[in-house]
Nanobody
Framework: VQLVESGGGLVQAGGSLRLSCAASGSILSIDRMGWYRQAPGKERELVAAISSGGSTYFADSVKGRFTCSRDNAKNTLYLQMNSLKPEDTAMYYC??????????????WGQGTRVTVSS
């Protein structure tokens, strides 16, 4: 499975961005997908996740501002980010799991797309 993120960039506080993650390869094996982010000097954190059935999870810091969806026909995962704050500045990574319920881990990772929010 290969994951390629896009959609990052520079945006002013209060603005919006939509990140995309295109999956290719053995995509039928993908179960849960997620978005992580890592800011300079900080640990990587889970921002949002979505199961194969469409159930979603969001970190408290982004609830009400971010939404996550997946288009199985296009093999693409999305992260819509609204009301962006400077503290959302980070490298955002897409991740995919084959059997998350059993392992609790993500097996595949993208290279990341950078999001910078100016104040």
């Amino acid at each position: 499975v290969q994951l390629v993120e896009s959609g990052g960039g520079l945006v002013q506080a209060g603005g919006s961005l939509r990140l995309s993650c295109a999956a290719s390869g053995s995509i039928l094996s993908i179960d849960r997908m997620g978005w992580y982010r890592q800011a300079p000097g900080k640990e990587r954190e889970l921002v949002a996740a979505i199961s194969s059935g469409g159930s979603t999870y969001f970190a408290d810091s982004v609830k009400g501002r971010f939404t996550c969806s997946r288009d199985n026909a296009k093999n693409t995962l999305y992260l819509q980010m609204n009301s962006l704050k400077p503290e959302d500045t980070a490298m955002y990574y897409c991740a995919a799991s084959i059997n998350y319920d059993a392992t609790g881990e993500y097996d595949y990772w993208g290279q990341g797309t950078r999001v910078t929010v100016s104040s």
